[in-house]
């Protein structure tokens, strides 16, 4: 069955230590994007890709960056974590011309 | 200043009763729209989507879509204790495949 994983779905960090969420999909999709999610403010979206070694800003990039060696896996690194990046972070694919298909999160904590 | 403004940010009905989710979106280039609902602690999972004038109806769910206004909104008859979640719009604007999402309207059913 096609889907979005996402690894790992707990993580607590320190405070200016290095992140990096992981997201592998069996849809065969083009695009991947990379969000955030907090209290109040729905779904932001932090990183997308089109395609192997295509990687985009979304609407808030700053402090994070991506990558996307290949088809099936797209990652998000935090450089340096900060405590305002705690948060739940989701990856999902689509293929451009229909819904998202969602990872089932990643709860990331910057102490 | 969000793309995508739903209304309200939280509803509460009875079980049985009629909800009522708003959406509008503030780009002209939007041609699509999804609704998605996230129980939980889980990840968003589409529900709905119109891309033409008019209504679409799927069981106890009904979209509606005003193209010149660029508002939808999503009606839930005989709402159940289940459908309480966060109910997600999302539209595709001009960057192909990228989804903006609202903020979310959080429904609570009571029994």
């Known amino acids: 069955e096609a889907a979005v994983t996402q690894s790992p779905r707990n993580k607590v960090a320190v405070t200016g230590g290095k992140v990096t969420l992981s997201c592998n999909q069996t849809?065969?999709?083009?695009?991947m994007y990379w969000y955030r999610q907090d209290t109040g403010h729905g779904l932001r979206l932090i990183h997308y890709?089109?395609?192997?070694?295509?990687?985009e800003k979304g609407d808030i990039p700053d402090g994070y960056k991506a990558s996307r060696p290949s088809q099936e896996n797209f990652s998000l690194i935090l450089e340096l974590a900060t405590p305002s990046q705690t948060s739940v972070y989701f990856c999902a694919s689509g293929d451009g011309t229909a819904s998202y298909t969602f990872g089932s999160g990643t709860r990331l904590l910057v102490i | 200043q969000q793309k995508v403004q739903q209304s309200p940010e939280s509803l509460i009905v009875p079980e049985g009763g009629m909800a009522s989710l708003n959406c509008t979106s503030s780009?002209?280039?939007?041609?699509y729209f999804w609704w998605y609902r996230q129980h939980s602690g889980k990840s968003p999972k589409m529900l709905m989507?119109?891309?033409?004038?008019g209504e679409k109806e799927e069981g106890r769910f009904t979209v509606h879509l005003n193209k010149a206004s660029l508002h939808t909104s999503l009606h839930i008859r005989d709402s159940q204790p289940s459908d309480s979640a966060l109910y997600l719009c999302?539209?595709?604007?001009?960057?192909?495949?990228?989804?903006?999402f609202g903020a979310g309207t959080q429904l609570i059913v009571i029994p």
């Open positions: 849809n065969n999709h083009n695009n």
């Open positions: 989507s119109i891309f033409s004038n």
């Open positions: 780009d002209r280039n939007v041609d």
């Open positions: 890709s089109y395609g192997a070694g295509s990687t």
């Open positions: 999302a539209a595709r604007g001009s960057a192909l495949g990228r989804l903006h």
